[in-house]
């Protein structure tokens, strides 16, 4: 699976780049399930975040319970994490979808970490690993589901994403709730 099963325009570029490995004059037409994929994924994308959510949780009623987990801090603190350690290492930059995405840099000169700092890592890496264990199975390409939306990677991103803003919310409103985003 991926992004070239669910947008027309990466579905093309897939099917133009194996017509030309391939030396063909002209791509394969689309398969029928990629276009049923492609018209799910397309018509979630045109809906705003709060609806992209209702609809996910109507198809997979059990996100509700991931994110009442993360509510309640059953992953730890996987939405703030403490960066003061590796702030100087830690660019932040904002995709044209509104996601951030962190990027930590390390180089070989710089002090080893210590042990205290390094369990503070894998303990925020293993609530981040565990969230997106139970999250696979309910939605995105690995979670064995029939459902054109549920199985594609932007559903298993916007479930993600979801459970991130959750968990930084001050204010804490009941889960299955749509996103102000």
Excluded: C
């Excluded at 949780?57 to 509510?71: G, H, I, N, S, Y």
Aim: proline letters at 6%; aromatic letters at 2%; charged letters at 25%.
């Amino acid at each position: 699976m991926g992004y070239h099963r669910e947008l027309s325009r990466s579905n093309l570029t897939n099917r133009l780049l194996k017509a030309a490995v391939a030396r063909e004059p002209v791509p394969s037409p689309r398969t029928t399930l990629d276009n049923a994929q492609i018209e799910a994924v397309e018509s979630f994308n045109r809906l705003a975040g709060g609806q992209q959510w209702a609809q996910l949780t109507q198809l997979q009623p059990a996100l509700l319970d991931v994110e009442t987990d993360v509510r309640t801090g059953r992953f730890g603190d996987i939405a703030n994490r403490d960066y003061g350690l590796l702030s100087h290492r830690t660019s932040v930059h904002e995709s044209a979808d509104g996601e951030r995405r962190r990027t930590v840099t390390l180089s070989s000169s710089d002090p080893p970490l210590t042990e205290e700092q390094m369990e503070t890592l894998r303990q925020s890496g293993n609530g981040r690993t565990e969230l997106m264990t139970r999250l696979r199975l309910l939605a995105g390409p690995s979670s064995g589901t029939d459902n054109q939306l549920l199985k594609s990677q932007r559903a298993l991103d916007v479930a993600n994403a979801h459970m991130l803003r959750a968990q930084s919310e001050k204010a804490a409103r009941p889960p299955g709730s749509p996103d102000m985003h």
